[in-house]
């Protein structure tokens, strides 16, 4: 579930003794793991303090958000205890709380000493952002399709477990190849993949992946592999001739009207994760979540192909609770995107309510704290829609 899609890009961050698969700009940095509350409320909005960062440059116009007539403040259930929206986002370290219903703007509230021009870091969303350059890549016809075979695009994976694994298979987490994604064994592959440049010119999670064996069938199998979620980034950026920032620019930020420049963290190569870390405004995730709603259109112009939102956020694989699309988890009446320690952005498209929450949970994930938050989600798309 969303809980070990998120505890696995940060196993990444914590392995060989701290942010193995990126550099700290300061050495001895401690790991994004354990850092302290105050380390936490810090750091998350202004990663590019601490990590190398691309930037993601935002437009001339930006998209309005304006506030709904009616906003709503409800009181609900969590667990059987009684919460206002304050009180739950303080038992929740959570920083920001948006919701959007038909595209105005019902709730948004900020806590920690957040403002609504400060960035918090996304952790995993970023996949969610990752997969859908993959589809203004296919309507650029850059990528010739969804069924395109990966190696097309990273020829360094030929003759590797990648021969035969199609673009899909990597965004269903599909690909059948062998990974161990044991976050607590320093000798697994999420411990060191992309912890160092094995060979010059050729990016360091490909130079590792290229040499992992297969295990399954490609496509009837999901296996949540951080590693490749990176790839997709890779494939993406080798498929459009730019780096991730330019492209995710040019298609998301400046045609939808961002309202801040975004930052990206990059490996050891200099190229932005797919898997990780884009760090936006509160407004921004919003943002990015109606994009999606909209249909990936923008200023009136298509920038994703007719019908990839609803494919892209719907089940395409059974992932052992409630379904995974492409880089999105399938919750009930809807999907999400989801990063540790709390990151959502979670759209029930029926309704046309959009949930956003930036937070600093105590712990990377927790069961109950994800249950909690499904709770949330759920009460605010209630107080939205007046269920």
């Not at 990126?22 to 940095?29: D, Y």
């Not at 899909?168 to 000798?187: C, F, H, I, T």
């Not at 880089?327 to 999400?336: D, H, I």
């Amino acid at each position: 579930m969303r809980i070990v899609a998120g505890i696995a890009l940060a196993a990444a961050l914590a392995s060989a003794g701290g942010a193995a698969a990126q550099t700290a700009l300061k050495p001895g940095t401690p790991s994004v793991l354990v850092w302290t509350p105050q380390q936490q409320s810090d750091g998350y909005r202004a990663m590019e303090t601490i990590y190398r960062v691309n930037t993601i440059h935002r437009g001339e116009t930006v998209h309005a958000l304006p506030r709904a007539d009616r906003q709503i403040d409800p009181t609900f259930e969590v667990g059987g205890k009684s919460y206002t929206v304050d009180s739950f986002m303080a038992a929740n370290r959570m920083s920001g709380v948006l919701v959007i219903k038909d595209g105005r703007i019902v709730l948004e509230r900020y806590a920690m000493g957040r403002k609504p021009d400060d960035r918090w870091t996304s952790f995993s969303v970023a996949k969610s952002v990752t997969s859908t350059l993959v589809g203004a890549a296919i309507a650029d016809g850059k990528i010739a399709g969804v069924n395109a075979p990966v190696v097309d695009y990273i020829p360094e994976l030929k003759g590797s477990g990648y021969d035969g694994v199609t673009v899909r298979q990597l965004l269903m987490m599909s690909s059948g190849v062998k990974w161990n994604e044991d976050y607590a064994d320093p000798k697994s592959d999420v411990a060191q993949a992309g912890t160092a440049i094995l060979e010059p010119g050729v990016n360091p999670m490909v130079s590792y992946m290229r040499k992992l064996p297969r295990a399954h069938e490609p496509g009837t199998i999901f296996h949540y592999n951080t590693g490749e979620t990176d790839l997709v980034g890779v494939l993406v950026s080798n498929a459009v001739g730019m780096s991730l920032s330019d492209y995710a620019s040019e298609k998301i930020w400046k045609p939808y009207g961002m309202e801040r420049d975004a930052v990206w963290m990059t490996d050891l190569a200099g190229h932005e994760r797919g898997g990780c870390c884009i760090s936006m405004t509160l407004r921004d995730y919003g943002r990015v979540g109606q994009f999606i709603l909209d249909g990936g259109v923008a200023g009136g112009k298509r920038i994703l192909p007719e019908g990839w939102t609803a494919e892209a956020t719907s089940k395409q694989i059974d992932n052992g609770s409630g379904g995974y699309g492409y880089f999105w988890w399938m919750v009930p009446g809807g999907y999400q995107a989801a990063g540790i320690f709390g990151q959502s952005i979670t759209t029930y498209p029926k309704d046309r309510v959009i949930v956003v929450t930036n937070a600093a949970w105590p712990q990377a994930d927790a069961d109950a704290a994800w249950i909690a938050l499904g709770a949330f989600d759920e009460a605010m798309r209630a107080a939205a829609t007046g269920g």
